[in-house]
T-cell receptor
Framework: GAVVSQHPSWVICKSGTSVKIECRSL??????MFWYRQFPKKSLMLMAT?????????EQGVEKDKFLINHASLTLSTLTVTSAHPEDSSFYIC??????????????FGPGTRLTVT | AQSVTQLDSQVPVFEEAPVELRCNYS??????LFWYVQYPNQGLQLLLK??????LVKGINGFEAEFNKSQTSFHLRKPSVHISDTAEYFC???????????????FGQGTILTVHP
């Protein structure tokens, strides 16, 4: 089956610094990847849709300048949390849309990255 | 716009008992439906999906769900649960039509299933 990896799985950073999270599709090419944020005991909130070779599409209320998304290749998308603050602490999950399931919207999810900002 | 409501935030059951996790959705267009499972500190794993055809869908780990269009529901069931089924379960919908919502998943709030020995 399709595998999506994320790196790092866990990161602690100081307030004001930037953190980059990588999302890779390991055995398939993903023209579209998604970034979600999950708060404790809450559901997943879609942050943005990342399209290879073009600008990401952000959901309403998500700050583009704070959450920088780059989808430079068909297997890699990155999320950079800039000038992180404690309220950015969360579980970030990426997913890649199944290229064979374009019309179903089925997505393969990464294992998530736990970000803690101190 | 779409929305998903999981009617139970927590469901405690005993091992080998049957379980049903309820999911209702709202959408102005046709949808695809999914159930995902999330174990602690992990990503989501697809349990099953409904795209078209038979309304009774069988998934992994003995789970099944039934799509009921008239009631806009997609409840998840398992006839006999195991301790290892303890996890959080998410119902999700995706638009089957075009437009800006195409391909995006909208998730319910999640149901924590706890299986007791």
């Amino acid at each position: 089956g399709a595998v999506v990896s994320q790196h790092p799985s866990w990161v602690i950073c100081k307030s004001g610094t930037s953190v980059k999270i990588e999302c890779r599709s390991l055995d398939f090419q993903a023209t579209t990847m998604f970034w979600y944020r999950q708060f404790p005991k809450k559901s997943l909130m879609l942050m943005a849709t990342s399209n290879e070779g073009s600008k990401a599409t952000y959901e309403q209320g998500v700050e583009k300048d704070k959450f920088l998304i780059n989808h430079a290749s068909l297997t890699l998308s990155t999320l950079t949390v800039t000038s992180a603050h404690p309220e950015d602490s969360s579980f970030y999950i990426c997913s890649a849309r199944d290229p064979g399931g374009e019309r179903s919207g089925e997505q393969y999810f990464g294992p998530g990255t736990r970000l803690t900002v101190t | 716009a779409q929305s998903v409501t999981q009617l139970d935030s927590q469901v405690p059951v005993f091992e080998e008992a049957p379980v049903e996790l309820r999911c209702n959705y709202s959408s102005s267009v046709s949808v695809y439906l999914f159930w995902y499972v999330q174990y602690p500190n992990q990503g989501l794993q697809l349990l099953l999906k409904y795209l078209s055809g038979s309304t009774l869908v069988k998934g992994i780990n003995g789970f099944e769900a039934e799509f009921n269009k008239s009631q806009t529901s997609f409840h998840l069931r398992k006839p006999s649960v195991h301790i290892s089924d303890t996890a959080e379960y998410f119902c999700a919908v995706s638009s089957s039509a075009g437009g800006t919502s195409y391909g995006k998943l909208t998730f319910g709030q999640g149901t924590i299933l706890t299986v007791h020995p």
